[in-house]
């Protein structure tokens, strides 16, 4: 007598087979056809298909046995392939058909566990967010229409560098609509203030999902406003929008994620905040370093989610001491000294990007006060300098070559470029100084808001409920 469960488990394993065969298919394609595409696609399209075929493999032993296994691969082939041709759409029209696709098909895997309410939730949350980005994606379509009688890529940036050559002065409104439309739909398809809420609950998903939408799907608006960045910074307003929401939904997801104890919703607002910092990075007009930005999160990413699991077998890590003002002024000097040799070396004036370059050698600081927090000896000092030229060096390789793909543009808001950089400063300086901020009563207030999101996880549960109610289970 047969055994139903076995056979299940096998057509799941075959399924699952036959994903991981189309996965690696589609990475021989890509590799095989990116000649034939711009540079942007060459980078994206392996990168996309190499992330699939592992996040298969991973599902294969993941979900083996599942009742439900083969309709999840089905349905994860379906949302690769969908990201795989809003990458390869060489028109708007595609692009915006490929990117409701793999809305279409997410929204059936965060739907895998339907019998738990809070997997359903979240699910119908992004449904609903999700609508509102297709909204701005069609409104662009009707505008980009009119404005330019063509959805080609290649027509539209053609039109693109004359506007750019006539000055602003001479931008057409219809235009500017047009660009802040695509921001929007950048910005809500890549969770941003206030539409976040939806990537944190979605853990309930199986973690090949998770790796796949964290490491992939949700650098779609990303990719929209990177492929579109000669149309897209015609417009100040849209710039702006990018730079605020960007730099706001970056700090206000670093500070909820130094909360939480979960590893999955500590790693999904880390997804938001580095979103939310790809965006500043649009905004300001580094459209290179937004790239690699894509990249480098997207292979991180993908490992921290696959690997999540060795987290419960890891030994805590001992509470570091605080940071000696020694330890402190030593790094900002050689972090600034680093980076602007290594610019100089590279050739990459500081003055284009004031902004980034000023994160990154914040970010370079505070290795080094990491570092150097025992002490500032002759052997700390060597060992921390030699991997921070290393890391500086390799950053300005990285900004240089990405720049050959990705043209930057030139951002003159000086202004919001320093309030962005202070506002950065002080929290990097609170992250520092956590141990102590955690012991005063206005950290330990900011902890427990903080550790509930500020509470617009719930409003958003709230509103979501008001609009689709959950069906009463018996």
């Keep these: 007598m047969s055994n139903p469960g076995a056979n299940t488990a096998s057509k799941g394993s075959g399924a699952a087979a036959a994903g991981e065969v189309y996965a690696g298919a589609c990475f021989l394609a890509a590799a095989g056809s990116a000649v034939l595409c711009d540079r942007l696609t060459a ?9 699939f075929y592992v996040v298969c493999r991973y599902a294969r032993r993941y979900l083996q046995g599942d009742p439900g296994q083969a309709r999840f691969t089905a349905w994860l082939c379906v949302t690769g392939s969908c990201v795989c041709g809003l990458i390869l759409a060489q028109n708007l029209l595609l692009l915006a058909l490929a990117w409701s696709a793999t809305s279409l098909g997410l929204n059936q895997l965060l739907e895998f566990y339907r019998e738990r309410p809070g997997a359903l939730l979240a699910a119908r949350k992004k449904f609903l967010i999700s609508r509102l980005g297709d909204a701005s994606l069609v409104g662009a379509l009707a505008s980009t229409w009119r404005s330019f009688h063509t959805w080609d890529f290649r027509q539209i940036l053609a039109a693109a560098d004359q506007l750019r050559a006539a000055g602003p002065e001479h931008l057409p409104t219809s235009v500017s609509a047009v ?21 944190p609950d979605t853990m309930e998903t199986p973690t090949p999902v998770s790796a796949l939408m964290h490491a992939g799907i949700i650098n779609a608006g990303g990719i929209l406003v990177i492929k579109l960045s000669p149309l897209i910074s015609l417009s100040h307003g849209a710039m702006l929008i990018l730079t605020l929401f960007g730099a706001f939904t970056a700090l206000f997801a670093s500070v909820i994620m130094w909360t939480q104890t979960s590893v999955k919703r500590c790693l999904a607002f880390s997804t938001v905040g580095q979103m939310g ?18 990249v480098a999160h997207s292979f991180y990413k993908a490992h921290a989610f696959l690997s999540s699991g060795s987290v419960v077998s890891a030994r805590p890590r001992p509470q570091s001491n605080p940071l000696s003002a020694t330890a402190v002024l030593a790094g900002l000097c ?13 050739g990459t004036s500081l003055t284009d990007q004031p ?3 000023g994160v990154f050698a914040l970010a370079l600081a505070q290795m080094l006060w990491t570092v150097w927090s025992p002490g500032t000896g002759v052997w700390l000092m060597v060992f921390g300098l030699l991997p921070g030229a290393f890391f500086a060096t390799a950053y300005f390789s990285l900004e240089r070559a990405a720049s050959f793909i990705v043209r930057p543009v030139g951002w003159n808001h000086t202004g919001i470029s320093l309030i962005v950089f202070a506002v950065f400063s002080l929290a990097l300086a609170a992250q520092v100084q956590l141990t102590q901020l955690s012991r005063t009563r206005f950290g330990t207030r900011l902890y427990v808001h903080a550790r509930n999101g500020f509470y617009f996880n719930t409003l958003a549960n709230q509103l979501t409920l008001a609009i689709w109610p959950q069906e009463k289970t018996q």
């Design 43 to 51: 980078v994206l399209l392996p990168l996309t298909t190499l992330l």
């Design 179 to 199: 660009c802040v439309l695509l921001t929007v739909a950048a910005l809500l398809k890549s969770a941003q203030f206030p539409f976040h809420s939806w990537l």
């Design 277 to 294: 910092f790809m965006m500043l990075e649009c905004g300001l007009g580094a459209f290179h370093l937004a790239l690699l930005h894509l």
């Design 334 to 346: 050689w972090s600034g000294a680093i980076t602007l040799a290594a610019s100089t070396v590279f």
């Design 355 to 357: 902004l980034l370059s």
